[in-house]
């Protein structure tokens, strides 16, 4: 997957991704929302389904579905911040092994082949600041897409041919972050959530960790539950949700809620 002087379309590194078996789907020519109503749950290995995406519109960007649909989960470092650290991390464990990356409009993704882990969720910023990752109900941008900047994002010339598995030491500190999170989360993480852009490939499950904070703390009323949540989806999405959806992410919460009183 190293980059070279021949460039392909977006349709065909669409078709190229799927029989690979990434399960893939079309985002908004030069942005980052999807161009589909449900989204990343319309991610497909299908060559028909995919076909009549890109023949419809030929310069729409491609998503990628991350976490066990894919096989694999994605490691966004944020521009600087980011790289400031990961090189952090690096130094108190060793470092990360050579991967696929693509270079993004801010920054790089570093992908991971999903090993014998637990699953890995989204988060951002819970690894360290400027770090992020797409895992289950996440995705990410492939090359050659075009970021809003207007930069191409593009397999990178230190990328290798193979995903790797992650380190152990990475794989732990996400499963401490996930267990200390699910412990509490400090007044400060939900602030910060309630008060930052959401950008395009967090909205879900940020949303959703909201939803589920908001519930915690004692907001039975559904429907007052619901218009809260499209005030945030309104208010701190770049792009915001669909209605529908914002309707889905409430429900899914709910019912996860309503399971574990159950067995409570």
């Known amino acids: 997957m190293r980059q070279s002087s021949?460039?392909?379309?977006?349709?065909?590194?669409?078709?190229?991704?799927?029989?690979?078996?990434?399960?893939?789907?079309?985002c908004q020519p030069r942005g980052k929302a999807p161009a589909t109503s449900r989204g990343l749950l319309d991610a497909s290995t299908d060559p028909n389904r995919i076909n009549a995406w890109w023949r419809a519109v030929p310069d729409m960007n491609i998503g990628i579905a991350t976490g066990c649909v894919s096989r694999f989960w994605a490691l966004d470092v944020d521009g600087e911040n980011g790289e400031t650290s990961l090189r952090k991390l690096?130094?108190?464990?060793?470092?990360?092994?050579?991967?696929?990356?693509?270079?993004?409009?801010?920054?790089?993704?570093?992908y991971f082949r999903i090993g014998g882990h637990a699953p890995i969720k989204n988060s951002v910023g819970q690894l360290a600041e400027g770090l992020d990752v797409r895992g289950d109900g996440g995705y990410v941008l492939a090359p050659p897409s075009i970021h809003p900047s207007g930069r191409?994002?593009?397999?990178?010339?230190?990328?290798?041919?193979e995903f790797a598995v992650a380190p152990h030491w990475l794989i732990d500190?996400?499963?401490?972050?996930?267990?200390?999170?699910?412990?509490?989360?400090?007044?400060e993480h939900w602030h910060r959530l309630l008060t930052q852009t959401l950008h395009n490939g967090e909205r879900n499950s940020t949303l959703a960790s909201l939803c589920g904070k908001l519930l915690h703390t004692g907001l039975?009323?559904?429907?007052?539950?619901?218009?809260?949540?499209l005030c945030i989806n309104v208010a701190r999405c770049e792009q915001p949700l669909p209605e529908t959806e914002i309707e889905t992410i409430v429900a899914s919460v709910v019912r996860t809620h309503l399971k574990r009183l159950r067995h409570e």
């Open 220 to 229: 039975h009323d559904l429907t007052l539950l619901y218009d809260v949540m």
């Open 173 to 187: 500190l996400l499963g401490s972050k996930s267990n200390n999170g699910a412990k509490g989360k400090p007044l």
């Open 152 to 161: 191409a994002y593009v397999w990178s010339v230190d990328s290798a041919r």
């Open 6 to 26: 021949f460039t392909p379309t977006q349709h065909q590194t669409a078709i190229a991704l799927a029989a690979r078996g990434f399960a893939v789907f079309p």
């Open 90 to 110: 690096e130094a108190e464990h060793c470092a990360l092994p050579a991967t696929v990356e693509v270079i993004t409009g801010k920054g790089r993704h570093c």
